[in-house]
T-cell receptor, first 114, second 113 residues
């Protein structure tokens, strides 16, 4: 069983489109995250949810909107996609708010905007 | 704010060579420290961690010691293998509410047979 699963794994789309990435974890964790990895492998947190409540919202354009229907799911919706949105997006989860606990990552979604 | 600094890469080694990847951090309070590894085409996996000063994390032959006096968490392995080729990330999580993982830039390790 996959602990943190993301779909799709690859996403190629045109500028201006709206797309969603889904994430599910079956670990029973309370906290979920979205990270963005750029072409130089740099990882930056975008959002964090704890028990469906948004607790971290870094400086991310309003075109990005996370949604957590329950604590096992955290989806990412992106409006009006731009070329600069091309990156690998990782979902992760952890038992608590990372007080020494590890985060478990999904396989990533490689988004290419053309 | 919190930050993690890793040595510049990439690093290329021959099999069985000794590996050191430097990592230093800046944080308020007493952070937990992690090394994550990303194999090609995969997500990140926890390699090892340390939650307080002088703790040593170890896994798969890799080790790192939490040094508060030098704010460092250097990763070492005595004899690398081709299968260790990956991207390595040092990270910290600050104690307190709303903590998050802050990553270093990552370093690509390539091991030649």
């Amino acid at each position: 069983d996959t602990a943190v699963s993301q779909t799709p794994k690859y996403l190629v789309t045109q500028m201006g489109n709206d797309k969603s990435i889904k994430c599910e974890q079956n670990l029973g964790h309370d906290t979920m995250y979205w990270y963005k990895q750029d072409s130089k492998k740099f990882l930056k947190i975008m959002f964090s949810y704890n028990n469906k409540e948004l607790i971290i919202n870094e400086t991310v354009p309003n075109r990005f909107s996370p949604k957590s229907p329950d604590k096992a799911h955290l989806n990412l919706h992106i409006n009006s996609l731009e070329l600069g949105d091309s990156a690998v997006y990782f979902c992760a989860s952890s038992p608590r708010t990372l007080l020494g606990d590890e985060a478990f990552f999904g396989q990533g979604t490689r988004l290419t905007v053309v | 704010g919190n930050s993690v600094t890793q040595m510049e890469g990439p690093v290329t080694l021959s099999e069985e060579a000794f590996l050191t990847i430097n990592c230093t951090y800046t944080a308020t309070g007493y952070p937990s420290l992690f090394w994550y590894v990303q194999y090609p085409g995969e997500g990140l996996q926890l390699l090892l961690k340390a939650t307080k000063a002088d703790d040593k994390g170890s896994n798969k032959g890799f080790e790192a010691t939490y040094r508060k006096e030098t704010t460092s968490f250097h990763l070492e392995k005595g004899s690398v293998q081709v299968s260790d080729s990956a991207v390595y990330f040092c990270a910290l999580s600050a104690t307190g509410a709303n903590s998050k993982l802050t990553f270093g830039k990552g370093i690509t390790l390539s091991v030649r047979p």
